[in-house]
């Protein structure tokens, strides 16, 4: 009988640790919807199909009115991004990130914003105004009443110089020249960082040089085998290199949000429905357990909610899980 009851507690408390991993996963998952096209749905159709498939977070490139109109109300988590092209005013002028966050944070207040990202994958000399927008940003939304908005930034995986091993992780040259604020302004505002993180570019830079199971999700065993660390994918991989390319330059204990994944379904090498589905929802069921060197969930966004047929042609047009008729490319479950 206590044979049975120490069973029977095992089992219950496993069946719990399943559904505790499931449920962080669901929590832990959002869709970029990007709109650089001419035949996508209105945004309250998109809307309803956020809340109709279980998609509890949206990122959003800009503040477009109908989306933040039609999202009020729903208790879907926004990001919402201040643009490039506003990057220099806001940086040089408080009064433009007031102004700013009145009129697209402040004019939406059933709306539940979560980050505002101040850029995306800023490159160049405009990277020098990445920490003076912020800082605005912040005080802005302070301001108003709004400080438990964060303010952050979205960067391309492209600054890391090295990521494989993780703990041999440093940015460019160029992006260490900019991330040192950046990481200070996170860690003292208790903000995260966000990453455009991508497999498939790795892998397709050079195939020959890669086993896709290890883009994919699906190696059967560690590729990567750093110190006490054991790597399956290189997504994992490519967080942890993030983490300690971070911790370089004063970003330690800032958590780092994944704001872009995904893989396309067509347009270019090893783009196919099948491969699509097997990457997304393989990130859909890892992301609620972490990476080797930090488990738990990784707030992440799949990109993106449709094809975008005013993208560059190729791959670029092919990342959606729907086509803008608002049928799935292939079966994916959150």
């Not at 199909?49 to 949206?58: C, D, L, R, T, V």
């Not at 933040?68 to 005013?89: E, H, K, R």
């Not at 604020?181 to 505002?189: I, Q, S």
């Amino acid at each position: 009988m206590a044979r049975q009851g120490v069973a029977s507690m095992f089992a219950m408390a496993l069946l719990l640790g399943v559904f505790a991993s499931v449920l962080q996963s669901a929590e832990s998952i959002g869709v970029c919807y990007g709109m650089s096209g001419n035949n996508l749905p209105s945004p309250s159709t998109v809307i309803g199909m956020y809340k109709s498939n279980g998609i509890g977070a949206m990122r959003l490139y800009a503040p477009d009115q109908g989306a933040l109109q039609a999202v009020g109300g729903t208790g879907i988590s926004v990001v919402v991004g201040a643009p490039n092209d506003v990057l220099s005013n806001i940086a040089s002028s408080q009064a433009a990130a007031a102004s700013w966050v009145r009129n697209n944070i402040q004019a939406y207040p059933s709306v539940s914003f979560r980050y505002v990202s101040v850029g995306n994958e800023v490159a160049g000399g405009a990277a020098q105004n990445l920490a003076p927008a912020m800082e605005n940003m912040h005080a802005a939304l302070a301001a108003a009443g709004l400080g438990h908005i964060k303010v952050t930034t979205s960067v391309s995986q492209a600054i890391l110089g090295v990521f494989s091993p993780p703990s041999a992780a440093e940015f460019t040259g160029e992006a260490q020249g900019y991330m040192g604020p950046v990481l200070k302004f996170l860690a003292r505002t208790g903000s995260p960082l966000m990453a455009n993180i991508y497999p498939y570019f790795p892998y397709v830079y050079n195939p020959s040089a890669m086993d896709i199971n290890y883009a994919l999700f699906t190696a059967s065993g560690t590729v990567v085998q750093d110190g006490a660390y054991g790597y399956q994918n290189l997504f994992d991989t490519t967080v942890d290199a993030f983490y300690v390319a971070m911790g370089n330059h004063g970003g330690a204990g800032v958590p780092l949000v994944v704001s872009e994944s995904g893989w396309p379904s067509g347009g270019g090498t090893a783009a196919s429905p099948a491969n699509a589905r097997i990457y997304n929802q393989n990130l859909i069921n890892h992301v609620g357990r972490g990476t080797p060197r930090h488990p738990g969930a990784i707030e992440t966004f799949l990109f993106s909610m449709f094809n975008e047929n005013q993208k560059d042609s190729g791959v670029e047009q092919n990342w959606g899980l729907f086509y803008p008729n608002m049928q799935r490319v292939y079966p994916i479950s959150f």
